[in-house]
């Protein structure tokens, strides 16, 4: 399985980025994906997820602002990210959960594939 994500940039407080993240190697459709991010000398933490069947969960500060999509006919999850924050400002990535996904899970130990990242700056 590999996963490519892109679209991250430098935006300014209040600005909008949206963020995609191909698939392959497995059938895609069945799977739970989410978006994770780690800051500047932090752990990485969940941003969001969403099940096989398009249910989502998200984290509190983000709730509102982000919203997690998924095409399964490209293969493809992506993250429309609004109204962003200085404090938004990491690395996110992208990941595919090991087994079927029945719902969104907030655990990044469910996800067994992950994306080499990409940079999202927020300037204030």
């Known amino acids: 399985v590999q996963l490519q994500a892109s679209g991250g940039g430098l935006v300014q407080a209040g600005g909008s980025l949206r963020l995609s993240c191909a698939a392959s190697g497995r059938t895609f459709s069945i799977y739970g994906l989410a978006w994770f991010r780690q800051g500047p000398g932090l752990e990485r933490e969940f941003v969001a997820a969403?099940?096989?069947?398009?249910?989502?969960a998200y984290a509190d500060s983000v709730k509102g602002r982000f919203t997690i999509s998924r095409d399964n006919a490209k293969n493809s999850v992506y993250l429309q990210m609004d109204n962003l924050k200085p404090d938004d400002t990491a690395v996110y990535f992208c990941?595919?959960?090991w087994g079927i996904g029945r719902s969104p899970s907030t655990k990044s130990t469910e996800y067994g594939y992950w994306g080499q990242g990409t940079q999202v700056t927020v300037s204030s």
């Open positions: 990941a595919e959960s």
């Open positions: 969403i099940s096989r069947t398009g249910d989502t």
